[in-house]
């Protein structure tokens, strides 16, 4: 074999190499079908009309590339745990979790695993410390209570009572407010599972303050309170946060008023989802906001897989390094968590 024979035949090994390498590489990285997103989420207890509007705005994002597989929590953190479990024995390392809670007792798992989650409801701020293994797309507690803080102090000499469902968010929320508000005289805290909430009512009714700072998250139980403050003829003045501005109904609807900020998005896009869910779905979204950012971050996902395939740490990267999607765009921190939420919060008297 000649000189020139050796190096031909050396170059055509050499070919055949990088090929097969690419060939691996390319199989490794592309998921043989649609990569699973494991969804955990409330479809059962108090909380389950969140999880049917994240099923809807899932389904709205038609997703090409994605294919969700949902497990119920109850936004309980055992439920979550197992509900993660039974997931990562289908091959899911991709998660989106509805529940504060759930995300906070699934992080380090998540983290030890090197899987993702995603999510565009959960809001405590506690969410803050688990590092970027949790995306979240929304503005949490504290970007919340920060505007809230800031109407409480320019009512001066004023006394507040302070009212908040004893949940993840609500309790960090509450925590905020309580740090920087010198004149709550009272604080009182609640279950979504109580029966009545009389009690409670009539001593805030008695505190005789100026305003009840009011912290909800369930709306089943925020209706039966607003029920209940009208039977005690109760109209002390609310400053309600975002939860309160969401729902479906108002206090005004039960003779009371105040202040709430609206968590809200603005454009064509945002109109245009709404409008298909109710024209799909036959009702309006309970969670408009929340449901929207929820179709967003799924389908931007959707468009990253075929440049990242099932690499879950390309995908986190994707996504940190800033991303668009049909109702909004998206800048995170290092940690994880969106920035610029100002332009979210809409102030609303009712």
């Not at 407010?177 to 609640?190: M, P, Q």
Request: glycine letters at 6%; hydrophobic letters at 40%.
């Amino acid at each position: 074999m000649n000189k020139n024979t050796k190096i031909i035949w050396g170059l055509i090994i050499i070919i055949a190499l990088i090929v097969i390498v690419t060939t691996v590489r390319r199989n490794s990285e592309t998921p043989s079908g649609p990569l699973k997103i494991g969804v955990i989420a409330p479809s059962s207890g108090p909380y389950a009309i969140m999880n049917e509007g994240i099923q809807h705005a899932i389904y709205l994002a038609s997703s090409t590339h994605l294919t969700a597989v949902y497990q119920d929590d109850q936004c309980d953190t055992k439920d979550a745990i197992s509900a993660y479990n039974l997931l990562k024995q289908q091959d899911v390392r991709l998660f989106y979790v509805a529940c504060s809670g759930s995300v906070m007792a699934l992080a380090p798992l998540v983290k030890q695993n090197g899987d993702l989650i995603i999510t565009a409801y959960a809001g405590s701020a506690a969410i803050r410390e688990t590092g970027p293994e949790v995306i979240r797309f929304i503005p949490d507690a504290l970007s919340v209570t920060d505007v809230m803080n800031d109407y409480v102090k320019d009512q001066i000499g004023k006394r507040f009572v302070l009212l908040y469902e004893n949940q993840d968010y609500a309790k960090s929320a509450a925590d905020a407010i309580a740090s920087s508000s010198a004149n709550i005289i009272e604080t009182e805290s609640y279950s979504s599972s109580d029966n009545s909430y009389l009690t409670i009512l009539t001593k805030i009714k008695a505190a005789k303050a100026d305003y009840v700072i009011w912290i909800p998250t369930s709306d089943v139980a925020a209706q039966k309170i607003l029920k209940e403050m009208k039977t005690l003829s109760l109209t002390t003045p609310i400053i309600g946060d975002v939860n309160l501005c969401g729902y479906s109904f108002s206090p005004k609807d039960f003779g009371i008023h105040g202040v709430c900020w609206n968590a809200e998005l603005s454009g064509d896009a945002y109109n245009q989802f709404k409008s298909a869910f109710k024209s799909t779905f036959g009702v309006d979204s309970q969670y408009p906001f929340y449901d929207a950012i929820t179709y967003d971050s799924v389908k931007i996902i959707d468009a990253l897989i075929p440049r990242v395939g099932n690499d879950i740490a390309m995908l986190k990267t994707k996504l940190l390094a800033g991303v668009s999607g049909e109702v909004s765009s998206y800048n995170f921190d290092s940690n994880g968590e969106v920035q610029d939420v100002g332009k979210y919060l809409t102030k609303v008297e009712f």
